[in-house]
T-cell receptor
């Protein structure tokens, strides 16, 4: 069966520090991968998606970047965090079409102080 | 981008009451899905709908795919405290999924 792992679960980082969040998927090949951000109590904002290794599409210009160094690994990064980067970050995967929905990881709560 | 209008934005109900929420779009979709997000967790798929007019149940949850393919609703019967969370509708486009803005449900014991 397919599983998705996301870590860390919580993170407190100072302003200006770098960020690296990792997401891995097991039990499937060539998944579509997604990074979402959710502000407190609000909806899901799509940040990046990837349909293959090295292929990244950015939905929202911002202080963040994403990389997909391996088929089932998706990384969210920042060189210098801003206070506004605080939020709940969710990784998700889907089969190519997305018509069967996305499977989400358990999320990372990032607090920038 | 596509927009899904989900309502209500939040609900406060007494335990045992029924709940209804809906999602509309100006575009036609071939798949509608409903997710629930528990506090501090990622959303989990509740129900998937693949055919216009389809009515599908999952325990106390019932969801329908609107006949126009532009809307869907979710009903929860006899709510219990663990129903608390944020419910998201989602509709599948060609290569991605569009999410509604969520309905925050609070159940008062």
């Amino acid at each position: 069966s397919q599983t998705i792992h996301q870590w860390p679960a919580t993170l407190v980082q100072p302003v200006g520090s770098p960020l690296s969040l990792e997401c891995t998927v097991e039990g499937t090949s060539n998944p579509n991968l997604y990074w979402y951000r959710q502000a407190a109590g609000r909806g899901l904002q799509l940040l990046f998606y990837s349909v293959g290794i090295g292929q990244i599409s950015s939905e929202v210009p911002q202080n963040l970047s994403a990389s997909r160094p391996q088929d089932r690994q998706f990384i969210l990064s920042s060189k210098k965090l801003l206070l506004s980067d605080s939020g709940f970050y969710l990784c998700a995967w889907s089969v190519l079409s997305g018509g069967d929905g996305y499977t989400f990881g358990s999320g990372t709560r990032l607090t920038v102080v | 981008g596509q927009q899904l209008n989900q309502s209500p934005q939040s609900m406060f109900i007494q335990e045992g009451e029924d709940v209804s929420m809906n999602c509309t779009s100006s575009s036609i979709f071939n798949t509608w899905l409903w997710y629930k997000q528990d506090p501090g967790e990622g959303p989990v798929l509740l129900i998937a709908l693949y055919k216009a007019g389809e009515l599908t149940s999952n325990g106390r949850l019932t969801a329908q795919f609107g006949i126009t393919r532009k809307d869907s609703f979710l009903n929860i019967s006899a709510s219990i405290p663990s129903d608390v969370g944020i419910y998201f509708c989602a509709a599948a486009g060609a290569n991605n999924l569009f999410f509604g803005t969520g309905t925050r449900l609070t159940v008062i014991p």
